[in-house]
């Protein structure tokens, strides 16, 4: 019996993994790497700042320092930042805010489970906070998705067991950490057919089985 739902929070409540893509075009543009384009992109998702930034680099020849490497990954969040501050409560992906009204009326408890420094200020921004009862998140792991901490620390964080959560994602890492963590997984977003997760809908408007997937 499913008690909590953990949401990852880029590509499923709000649709930030377009603005994260942005912002490193910008980035590879800028140091030359012409030919970072959206399938490298999507390797990105669910991975760690410095993870996707070696994605950026790899496409291009230039070797840089781990200092340079900082650097470069704190100038593409302070792209990403600039981004956010356009964020309000419209930037809620579709049935997002209802999906998580009707949790909260059956008494699911609601958890985020994102490896992104940046999710409380998004969760703040878009004016989801208020339905969150605990965010795990990059400040909390020290290891990125495919490994399942991100969703063990808020299945703790929920007080709740492994098996009694059921992970919202749209990365194939993040349904490899949800399995890990013993899970049960729903895939969304554009990939969702070939995310391997137990359930699919192409955004949470569409999932009809709400009863099946929290039994
Ligand atoms: C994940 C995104 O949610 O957060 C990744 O899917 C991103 O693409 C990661 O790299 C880290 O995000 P941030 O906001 O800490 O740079
Ligand atoms: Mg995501």
């Not at 880029?10 to 030359?32: C, F, Q």
């Not at 600039?82 to 009326?105: F, K, N």
């Not at 009862?133 to 990059?138: I, L, N, T």
């Not at 399942?148 to 919202?168: G, I, M, Q, R």
């Amino acid at each position: 019996m499913i008690k909590g739902v953990i949401f990852d929070l880029d590509g499923v409540l709000v649709s930030t993994d377009e603005l994260h893509y942005k912002a490193w075009k910008r980035l590879a543009d800028e140091i030359g790497i012409r030919e970072f384009n959206k399938e490298d992109n999507e390797k990105q998702r669910g991975v760690s700042r410095m993870e996707s930034l070696e994605i950026v680099l790899n496409k291009g020849q230039k070797r840089y320092t781990p200092k340079e490497k900082e650097a470069l990954a704190e100038r593409k969040n302070s792209y990403y930042r600039e981004m956010l501050e356009t964020l309000d409560d419209h930037a809620a992906l579709a049935g997002v805010v209802a999906t998580l009204e009707m949790l909260q009326t059956k008494g699911i408890l609601i958890g985020i489970g994102s490896v992104s420094k940046n999710a409380p200020l998004i969760l703040a921004k878009t004016g989801l906070l208020k339905y969150i009862d605990q965010v795990s998140c990059g400040f909390d792991i020290k290891r990125s998705k495919p490994d399942p901490e991100v969703f063990e620390v808020a299945a703790s964080k929920l007080n709740l067991k492994e098996e009694e959560c059921l992970v919202v994602e749209d990365s194939a890492a993040g349904v490899v950490a949800a399995k890990a963590a013993n899970m049960k997984s729903l895939g969304v977003g554009p990939y969702y057919k070939i995310l391997g997760a137990d359930y699919q809908a192409k955004t949470l408007l569409d999932v009809i089985n709400w009863e099946k997937i929290l039994c």
